[in-house]
């Protein structure tokens, strides 16, 4: 089984920001930003998850905590989503999500989040928590 370096960053999502995201002030809704680090947070968890070795499961969001906006994105912005494993439980896994984005040469913080996924199995409600390293 390979080992999963906690601090290397995944690129999990890469998305231009476009005018219909935007809000009544011209820069980009939260909410857009949000979403995309939503997704960008499970594609991050299942990359970790594959990376060590472990068995696919059906990987569910059980929340996002410390949701931090730092500054407005913009119209063209190209958004980077950065990953990085921060924990993993039993049946869940904890990851760091970046949203960043790059302005004349530098890059900027726009926002951050943690987020945490648990490994479920079963079609129907209540899906069932299931160990995550298998």
């Known amino acids: 089984m390979r080992q999963v370096n906690e601090n290397e960053p995944y690129l999990a999502m890469r998305t231009v920001m476009m005018p219909s995201d935007t ?3 011209g820069t980009i809704f939260a909410g857009v930003i949000l979403s995309r680090m939503a997704m ?3 594609i991050g968890a299942r990359h970790a998850v594959g990376r060590a070795g472990w068995p696919k499961s059906l ?4 929340g996002m905590r410390q949701v931090e906006f730092f500054l ?3 119209v063209g912005d190209v958004v980077s989503y950065w990953t990085r494993l921060l924990q993993v439980g039993r049946t869940s896994i904890t990851v760091n999500i970046r949203a960043e ?3 004349e040469g530098d890059s900027i ?3 951050e989040a943690e987020a945490t996924y648990v490994a479920v199995e079963g079609e129907e409600e209540p ?3 299931v160990p995550i390293r298998g």
């Open 127 to 129: 899906r069932r928590p």
């Open 109 to 111: 913080l726009l926002a």
């Open 72 to 74: 407005a994105s913009q």
């Open 101 to 103: 984005t790059e302005r």
């Open 23 to 25: 809000n009544p002030h």
């Open 59 to 62: 990987l569910v969001a059980r």
């Open 40 to 42: 960008a947070g499970i």
